[in-house]
């Protein structure tokens, strides 16, 4: 293995890093050994990687016998990228994408994402890979390992009290989440301000009393005034509710009409843990059931 010093300096040579595209590369080949471990990676899988740079997880995951898939936005990086791995390219055990992985179709087949990721898609791409999981059409995904910022692992952990919010709740319809390595600034090349944390989340396939898009916009809803109580921030209909089959606004207005006494609607939205989404979006689902 040439590592990953050797292949970000080469990318360095080549062209200056892009901060705006959040080029901030692993240097600490440990850590990426560390990495590809926790995701569990092995022969038979065939792994999504986002933003390969200049392909130092890359590399590691290709020594573990898998198949991979690499979504680069950065030309330059991608021109090194096809300088640096010709025979896997050329053998089909490497496929590189030229594009941005919140709009590229990726491969039906993938079994596993690992990621270091540009920080500031960290969300989206949260979206994209669960809309991916549970496509019908594509095969499920195993397990996700991203390297992210600390602070947005512990939104998505809901590691304290203050983290308890949409995105973490969202992310625990389909997956259970859990925290790994924190990364120091001293890993990266150049390095950021930040900390940075693993991030690993497993498919728990878990079905809801509900429709689940349902409860997507009610958590939402919740949270997007999050000092309130639910009473004031589920009074309206969400603009997009006309997206889920059956309902609208008319429905919403007589659902939320048939809990307006329910205690439940007086509490705020971090003290409701997913189980009490669940219940609270069953009772609402089941409050105007349209003849």
């Known amino acids: 293995m040439r590592g990953a010093r050797w292949l970000v300096d080469s990318l360095r040579g080549k062209q200056p890093f892009n901060k705006s595209l959040g080029q901030h590369f692993l240097v600490h080949d440990d850590v990426l050994e560390r990495t590809v471990a926790w995701g569990e990676v092995t022969k038979d899988d065939h792994v999504l990687e986002v933003g390969p740079g200049p392909g130092v997880l890359t590399e590691v995951l290709?020594?573990?016998?898998?198949?991979?898939?690499?979504?680069?936005?950065?030309?330059?990086?991608c021109e090194h990228l096809r300088s640096v791995f010709i025979p896997e390219l050329e053998n089909g055990t490497l496929t590189l994408i030229e594009g941005d992985a919140l709009k590229a179709r990726w491969p039906n087949d993938i079994t596993r994402i690992v990621a270091n990721i540009p920080y500031q898609i960290s969300s989206p791409l949260i979206d994209v890979l669960t809309r991916h999981h549970r496509n019908p059409h594509t095969q499920p995904l195993e397990s996700v390992v991203m390297l992210v910022q600390e602070e947005f692992a512990e939104r998505v952990v809901m590691e304290y009290e203050s983290d308890v919010g949409s995105l973490g709740m969202v992310v625990a319809l389909d997956f259970e989440p859990e925290m790994g390595e924190r990364v120091g600034p001293h890993a990266f090349s150049p390095m950021p301000k930040v900390h940075s944390r693993l991030l690993r989340m497993?498919?728990?396939?878990?079905?809801?009393?509900?429709?689940?898009?349902l409860l997507v916009m009610m958590i939402h809803a919740g949270f997007s005034q999050r000092r309130k109580k639910l009473k004031a921030t589920l009074r309206s209909a969400p603009k997009r509710i006309s997206r889920i089959p059956g309902w609208h606004a008319g429905r919403w207005k007589s659902a939320y009409a048939a809990l307006h006494d329910d205690p439940r609607l007086d509490q705020r939205p971090e003290t409701f843990d997913i189980d009490d989404w669940a219940e609270l979006g069953a009772d609402f689902e089941g409050g105007d059931q349209e003849e």
């Open 202 to 213: 497993t498919p728990h396939d878990e079905e809801w009393p509900c429709d689940r898009r």
């Open 62 to 77: 290709l020594n573990t016998g898998c198949k991979v898939t690499a979504i680069e936005l950065d030309s330059g990086a």
